[in-house]
């Protein structure tokens, strides 16, 4: 029996592209109709959903050349990211009302989804349902298949407070790195990086140059970049690269936070030949066969305790667009998540 639907709901819409600093006035939490699911369709109402500074929508003379259309957003149509949610109707699909799924239809009340752009959870594989929202399958990618993290490894991941760099040094952690090290804007996120999450040491940004920092923190070099950031930091792992180091680059928030999104890094090429330091770009899109290990692996440490979900969470569809721009400021630690 499908659930009771009222006429309408709230979503929030980019009301203009954003020339500078982000703020809540680049959007709008509006009043629509709910959308009616046709065949095959799938009407979910959200519970929890995810914000990222990843979402933080761009300004590019050419969309195209990203190559990522769901990470671009137009002014006037409803922002997007990863939420659970509750299956409402679901014509000609053997979803069953009550269901819970995950999708990438965030930032609105109600969606309405092609049956194949949700997945049924499990409840019992992760500990805490709001897990489903990390973005810790893209750090245990990174050190799982990006850079095969081993036993003894130095480890450096950049953007370590955040959604992604939060899971990703606990997880060469548990890969066996013998020393992990993180990079962050602030002392009091650097120590709580230290105190709670397992970092060994960590690299301030506002602290001088990130290369001697690093140095002083890793003085016989490291083996594995885990970088979400780019920029300096990758130039600064790369100096200090260790023969044969491998690097996997799972973001580059030093653009996508800039004016321009696509603003390339100058590194040594000769340095990465010289020391054969392998680079590996790596999405989630390309890999999504590893997600039932990942799943079983974040489960068992979840329960075990051998790994934390740090996450904030918010009550309000009208807190997501002040919270997308706290990210972008660096005021969070770990993931942000609103309760709807």
């Known amino acids: 029996m499908s659930l009771p639907v009222p006429a309408t709901h709230r979503e929030v819409r980019l009301a203009a592209l954003p020339d500078g600093e982000l703020t809540p006035g680049h959007f709008e939490v509006v009043t629509a109709p709910v959308p009616t699911p046709g065949p095959g369709q799938v009407l979910v109402r959200n519970r929890l959903m995810s914000v990222a500074a990843v979402m933080r929508p761009l300004t590019l003379a050419d969309p195209d050349a990203l190559g990522l259309p769901q990470l671009l957003h137009k002014a006037g149509e409803v922002m997007r990211g990863a939420a659970l949610g509750e299956v409402v109707r679901a014509p000609g699909t053997e979803l069953a009302p009550g269901t819970l799924v995950r999708h990438r239809a965030g930032w609105r009340e109600y969606a309405v989804l092609d049956a194949p752009e949700v997945s049924p959870v499990e409840p019992d594989v992760l500990p805490d349902p709001a897990a489903h929202l990390s973005q810790g399958f893209t750090a245990w990618l990174g050190v799982v298949r990006g850079a095969g993290v081993r036993r003894g490894d130095t480890v450096f991941v950049t953007g370590a407070a955040g959604g992604v760099g939060s899971l990703a040094g606990q997880f060469a952690r548990l890969h066996g790195a013998e020393r992990v090290i993180g990079s962050t804007g602030s002392r009091h996120k650097a120590d709580l990086l230290t105190r709670e ?144």
């Open 197 to 340: 999450l397992g970092y060994d040491a960590v690299v301030l940004r506002s602290a001088g140059s990130v290369e001697e920092q690093l140095r002083t923190a890793a003085p016989d070099g490291i083996d594995v970049l885990f970088d979400t950031v780019g920029g300096e930091q990758l130039r600064a792992a790369l100096a200090v690269a260790r023969r044969n180091a491998r690097f996997a680059l799972v973001g580059a928030l030093a653009a996508q936070l800039s004016d321009d999104a696509l603003a390339p890094t100058g590194i040594s090429t000769l340095t990465l030949i010289t020391r054969s330091v392998t680079l590996r770009g790596i999405s989630a899109v390309d890999h999504q066969d590893a997600m039932p290990a990942y799943l079983s692996e974040f489960g068992r440490a979840l329960r075990e305790g051998a790994l934390s979900y740090p996450y904030t969470r918010l009550t309000g569809l009208d807190q997501a667009p002040g919270a997308l721009c706290e990210l972008v400021e660096g005021r969070h630690l770990g993931a942000v998540l609103v309760e709807l």
